[in-house]
């Protein structure tokens, strides 16, 4: 087997395995820890009969390994459990939701990554130089304020002063895309704010470690233009660091999204687990946990597969 | 020595918050919790230098109260994070063999789960008190002081000095404490100061989120929470925290800056 | 002008420095320098580290490395002042009429495309050869440098060449878009001398066959003198002897000329062994964790006291990897090393304080063998504080003596290495082993890291000091220069065996072996001519077999 199919198989074993043993984690975070599941549930002044009830009923009394299977299983039949709280099917319920996070996460990367790429390169074009010095400025502002103050900073000014866009963000089918689209930009925006900066920054570190190499100094004493040594020396071994870069943000836009949706009341999966924390609800906080954990793991794979594809001394082996 | 401007100014805003999070009963005009107007969200005059919150009580009060409860917080965790952190990191990085592979491939495994995320579930079963916030972001963010603390103290170790002082015959302890930390203290403490900063961030969105510091207590992000309803109606109570957390951020990043800056004309001195 | 490739008149170049504490300031780094030459000339640029020769020579290309700006001065050629051109023209110069060959083709090589298409890259964007005709040139001067499968070897990537092979593309590189002038600059320093040779010979015969000038740069004058017409030396960023090749070499006006000619002329009579050596190794084999593979195979040297052993090979000879085995660092898997009457523990821990303290070492790298954030005083003072339990005034009064010892004064006790040039910090090496009054030093490539005249400074002091303390030296180096200077006995290592092993006289007395041969004549010799001869010799050898 090549050098490289073997290092992508290895690769996305161990992006199993990880998701595997982080579920173990989130089981055990869940049960091992100091915090009767019954108890919370039902409150200070439940019976001792009621909590034994319940706890038969949520199979609390099975060893932590029977429970751990049990729950794996239902995982991989895609059966995620029921809500304690509503007595939903919590897979029908995330099903929905992480529709729309998808479609939140989505725009605001369509939109970041691509602007973020654009202002990396017209930082490292005029380094050291305004240009530059105002993206590092806004960087530093930016990575200083938490993405909730960003959001209602964002509404105060743009949707409570100037009226531009709605500060509640309920979404349903029967609303047409530019309907979507107009009711999401606020909170689109602050996302891409959110993760612009910070991706600029990676960006611009990336290209300039390459645009400071030997080789494009090669390129510039051949008498290419700038535009040549960009695209045709600096871009080709630019990209595995780019896409590492913007995986990496993508998998922080994630995290960020949790609390925006919180802010803008936006029906998707952050707003789910989050109020079903302080409900204590456990099968939907562990089911969350997950789904949230396997994409950061998925992104992270996603950019270290790039790297190795990317590798010419990999793809080309002596 | 020379210090520049910008972290002088970061030096002074830095220790200003300190002062005033010390401070706070002896600083705040009116009490934490007490409420001091029948009017909520009164705004600014010479009586509330803030105006009231969503309860009629001060503001300024509550912004002074908050933040010591914010950067005590932040402070226990960042210490807890840096102490466990880096001595696990360099016990790591000078042990090597298992005991190293065993610690990164666990440190690897739990920043596999985003921190927020990883700390929600943690506190879907565990009482939100204040000791437990600590031990909980302290812990998760160990885990990047570990990994930092490991490839310095890794970068060092194999330095001909430390293969020198082994070939002398020193012990373990002179290693780790006359040759590696020496040389690692000024990279560590500039980390120190964005740990904390990350710290203040996490246990405001915490708050904010309801997961945090509960009310009556103040702090930053729950300041937001409370007063968040208000923002609609053109009311600007619950930006106050963004200015403070914003400055407070701002300034120990120009600290940790120069620290940084440093170490790294020192290293790359004359010669 | 119009008669002059390339003339340079009053160059004057400034750089931006960042000292630590202080505000970046501008500072002058080439103080006026002005040449000429011819087409199909070769001027050789010299000088140590810090002369401003790689500066000058991109500077004829209008090109400033980092935050270097050309402040002052013509640069002419071709006749026109390309200082004073467009930037248009100064593309069309880069790469057309000017070449450049550093002295890291692996890092100046794109990893991400083939050779060939860099080869090929400016002689097509320049609108000189169409690609076709590009690439017949490219297979043409592959040829000609003696390069392995020259049809096909441009389809390969960087990576999948060696460092001497890459070396040669880069030379074909400048040479394809068949420029007027090319820069060399140190085209041979990374590599071993058995290939710098080879590599020499093939830009040489370039350089005769397209009839191309170049501006050729090294700190090495014994290589210099074998391309060049002429020679500028410069120190500092200043002009200090400008002339014929064969004036430079052998009638050099100024001092620091002579200094650099005369360099690596230190003389030593080779000593008679004694009767019980310090240091015997016997048998040994070695191999690293998780190789399946002996680096050193069945060593037996030894070491007599107050004598010096030079190790001598090239870049993964084990001749370091022999020095780690001798330190304990890599226990050996077969043999056994005998030290002062005594068997050493093959690992680190189980060998004694007594055991260390007489068994010293030198790096090469001075900057990283002393903790930047000790002092002088500590870093010597501390094998006195550990083995002898000196301290307070006696340690210090040790320390003065052994500053006095490296021809350092007493003020220097209080400095942190940063504050040391070079050759300082590799005397505060010397003088931390001789703190500990050690049988034997283990000197691992000790002035490869030097200027030349620096490297002579540190060579005559280990000398003296030896006399002094009756100390040997395991000298391990790739320069057979030095090893002539200071053995007493040698030994030559190649692919993990010691293959020639005596006294130093018999060792560079022929009859040789092969490799010893090979490397003996690839050592460049101060005198013109040198390598056509070496050159016709091995013709006439192979034509012989």
Known sequence: MPLIVKLLVQRIALGLLLLFLVSILIFAGTIILPGDVAQSILGQSATPEALANLRRDLGLNDPPVTRYLNWLGGLLRGDLGTALTSGQDIATAIGKRLGNTMFLAFWAAFISVPLAILLGLVAVRYRERWPDKIISAVTLASISVPEFLIAYVAIFVVSVRLRWAPSVTTIHDSMSLGEKLHTISLPVAVLTLVVLAHMMRMTRAAILNVMQSAYVETAELKGLRMFNIIWKHAFPNAVAPIVNVVMLNMAYLVVGVVVIEVVFTYPGMGQYLVDHVSKRDIPVVQACGLIFAAVYIGLNMIADIVSIIANPRLRHPK | ?271 | ?545
């Open chain 2, 1 to 271: 020595m020379r210090i520049p401007i910008a972290a002088l100014v970061g030096l002074i805003f830095t220790f200003a918050y300190f002062f005033v999070a010390i401070f706070a009963p002896w600083i705040a005009p009116y009490g934490m919790a007490e409420v001091v107007s029948r009017d909520v969200w009164l705004p600014p005059s010479s009586e509330f230098l803030l105006g009231t919150d969503n309860l009629g009580r001060d503001l300024l009060s509550r912004m002074i109260y908050g933040g010591r409860t914010t950067i005590f917080i932040a402070t226990a965790a960042t210490i807890l994070s840096f102490s466990t952190g880096s001595i696990l990191g360099f016990l790591a990085a000078v042990l090597g063999g298992w005991a190293d592979q065993a610690m990164s491939r666990f440190v690897d495994l739990i920043m596999s789960i985003p921190s927020l995320i990883f700390a929600l579930v943690v506190l879907s079963v565990m009482p939100v008190t204040v000791p437990v916030l600590i031990l909980v972001m302290g812990l998760l963010d160990s885990t990047r002081v570990y990994r930092l603390a490991r490839a310095v103290a890794v970068d060092i170790n194999v330095m001909d000095y430390v293969e020198a002082a082994k070939l002398r015959g020193e012990g373990r302890t002179w290693i780790i404490f006359r040759e590696i930390l020496p040389n690692a203290l000024s990279p560590l403490v500039a980390e120190m100061g964005l740990r904390f900063i990350f710290m203040v961030l996490f246990v405001s969105t915490l708050s904010f989120l309801g997961l945090g510091v509960q009310p009556p207590e103040a702090d930053w992000g729950g300041i937001v929470k409370e007063n968040a309803d208000g923002i609609v109606y053109g009311i600007g109570a619950a930006l106050y925290p963004a200015v403070a957390i914003a400055t407070l951020a701002i300034s120990v990043n120009l600290v940790a800056d120069w620290v940084l800056n440093r170490t790294t004309s020192l290293k790359g001195g004359r010669g």
């Open chain 3, 1 to 545: 002008m119009s008669d002059k490739l390339l003339a340079v008149k009053d160059l004057k170049i400034g750089a931006t420095v960042y000292p630590p504490g202080e505000k970046p300031h501008d500072i002058e780094i080439v103080h006026g320098v002005s040449f000429e030459l011819e087409k199909g000339k070769v001027l050789g640029l010299i000088g140590e580290s810090g002369a401003g020769k790689s500066t000058i020579g991109l500077a004829s290309m209008a090109y400033g490395r980092g935050g270097v700006k050309i402040t002052g001065g013509e640069v002419w050629v071709n006749g026109r002042d390309i200082l004073q051109t467009g930037l248009g023209d100064i593309r069309a110069l880069r790469g057309g009429e000017v070449t450049y060959v550093s002295q890291s083709a692996a890092a100046s090589f794109n990893p991400a495309k083939q050779i060939m298409e860099q080869v090929t890259e400016a002689a097509i964007l320049q609108g000189k050869f169409s690609r076709k005709e590009s690439e017949a040139r490219a297979i043409e001067l592959f040829r000609k440098l003696g390069l392995p499968d020259p049809e096909n070897i441009g389809s390969r990537y960087p990576h999948q060449v060696s460092g001497g092979q890459l070396q040669r593309c880069m030379t074909a590189l400048a040479l394809c878009p068949e420029p007027d002038l090319v820069v060399f600059d140190e085209p041979t320093t990374a590599l071993d001398v058995t290939t710098q040779i080879d590599v020499l010979m093939a830009i040489k015969e370039a350089i005769r066959d397209t009839g191309v000038a170049a501006l050729y740069i090294t700190h090495d004058l014994a290589v210099v003198a074998q391309v060049s017409d002429d020679i500028l030396v410069l120190k500092m960023g200043d002009m200090v002897e400008y002339g014929p090749v064969d004036q430079i070499i052998n009638n050099p006006q100024e001092e620091y000329t002579q200094a650099l000619v005369s360099v690596r002329s230190i003389s030593h009579e080779e000593k008679e062994p004694t009767s019980e050596p310090v240091l015997t190794v016997q048998n040994i084999t070695a191999r690293y964790k998780g190789t399946n593979f002996d680096v050193l195979k069945n060593i037996n040297v030894e070491l007599h006291p107050g004598q010096t052993l030079a190790v001598v090979g090239e870049s993964g000879s084990g001749k370091s990897t022999l020095a780690r085995v001798i330190t304990g660092l890599l226990p050996q898997t077969v043999g056994r090393v005998n030290f002062a009457g005594r068997d050493l523990s093959p690992d680190l821990p189980g060998r004694d304080m007594e055991d260390l303290r007489e068994l010293q070492m030198i790096y090469q790298m001075a900057d990283v063998a002393m903790n930047p954030r000790q002092t002088v005083g500590t870093i010597i003072g501390r094998p006195l504080e550990l083995y002898f339990g000196l301290k307070g005034e006696a340690k210090h009064k040790r320390i003065v003596e052994l500053l006095d010892e490296i021809e350092m004064g007493v003020e220097f006790i209080d400095r942190y290495p940063a504050e040391l040039s070079g050759g300082q910090k590799q005397r505060v090496c010397i003088a931390r082993a001789l703190a500990a009054k050690p049988k034997l030093i283990i000197c691992d490539e000790v002035t490869s890291a030097l200027d030349p005249l620096v490297a002579d400074g540190i060579l005559k002091l280990l000398l003296d000091l030896q006399k002094v303390e009756d100390v040997a030296y395991l000298f391990i180096t790739h320069d057979l220069a030095t090893v002539k200077a200071i053995a007493d006995s040698i030994a030559v290592m190649y692919q993990g065996e010691v293959v020639r092993y005596g006294g130093k006289t018999d060792v560079l007395s022929p009859p040789f072996d092969d490799y010893t041969d090979l490397l003996l004549s690839s050592v460049p010799e101060m005198k013109l001519g040198w390598l056509e001869e070496v050159i016709a010799n091995r013709k006439m050898e192979s034509a012989g077999n």
